[in-house]
């Protein structure tokens, strides 16, 4: 089998994954056992790159990344939910989205987004953009600007929105918490491994690079370590090494 092909985001400091949306389909691929290879696309070269190769605009017309080169099919794959259900319909073994759950995973990410994430956006930001390259940094600016409708970058999140906003990011984590307790498995469907788990350890990672020190071992101490545990638990379920979280927090558990 000829590796899978994924385009990803790079950084400044870490060469291993960390941007949430590529390191999702990173853990799918894992998951699967198949044999795969990374390429790095700055932000300002991703549209021009994913045309090249054919890839589709996700929703909003936007070229984004995850989107993964299949040598084996001639497949293009854009958007880490489509290339789940990719992998899933071509390489059955081991599922990532359980037989008729895949609007049920869509909805659980939407929820997981306006319940932690959405809240925290304008913090997220600004700590996001601390790893850019400079290459990457103006066009970060730039859209995340426009995204955000403000005109100057120190207005996104000043010192009181962004305790605000770090108060919120906590807050929700404090809901999907009580979600995982409900399950009474180690999963969110229970004993039963999923894509879901993969989109929450995809932002867990994302964390791990962005937060400052403090920021991280609050989040190592949230919920009696539950967040490091499971990335934990999900690393070793795909047989990766993605961020730092499992390691770090275990003085906590």
């Known amino acids: 089998m000829q590796p899978i092909i994924l385009y990803d985001i790079p950084n400044k400091l870490y ?7 590529p390191t999702k389909t990173r853990f799918c691929l894992g998951h699967k056992g198949l044999p795969h290879e990374i390429i790095l696309v700055e932000f300002p070269d991703i ?4 045309k090249s190769i054919g890839a589709s605009p996700t929703a909003g017309g936007k070229y984004t990344v995850p989107v993964i080169k299949d040598p084996n099919t001639g497949a293009v794959v854009s958007d880490s939910h489509a290339i789940a259900k990719y992998l ?24 997981f987004m306006n319940t932690v994430l959405k809240p925290s956006s304008r913090l997220l930001a600004v700590r996001t953009l601390e790893l850019q390259k400079d290459t990457s940094r103006e ?24 305790r605000e906003q770090w108060a919120a990011l906590k807050k ?3 809901e999907v918490d009580g979600w995982y307790q409900k399950s ?7 004993d039963v491994f999923s894509f879901a788990d993969i989109v929450v350890a995809g932002w867990l990672v994302w964390w791990d690079a962005i937060l400052n020190e403090e920021e991280r071992q609050e989040i190592y101490a ?6 490091g545990r499971l990335l934990t638990d999900l690393n070793s379920e795909c047989n990766t090494n993605l961020g730092s979280f499992g390691e770090q927090s275990r003085s906590f558990l």
């Open 15 to 21: 060469k291993g994954g960390w941007a949430p949306n």
């Open 47 to 50: 549209a021009t790159t994913m």
């Open 88 to 111: 899933d319909d071509t390489y059955p073994d081991k599922p990532l989205i359980p037989r008729g759950a895949h609007v049920l995973m869509q909805t659980f990410e939407s929820l």
């Open 139 to 162: 066009f970060f600016i730039t859209t995340r600007l426009k995204m955000l409708r403000e005109t100057s970058w120190g207005d996104v999140a000043p010192e009181d929105k962004a």
């Open 172 to 174: 929700g984590l404090g």
């Open 184 to 190: 009474e498995g180690r999963w969110i469907m229970g």
């Open 222 to 227: 949230l919920h009696g370590g539950r967040w």
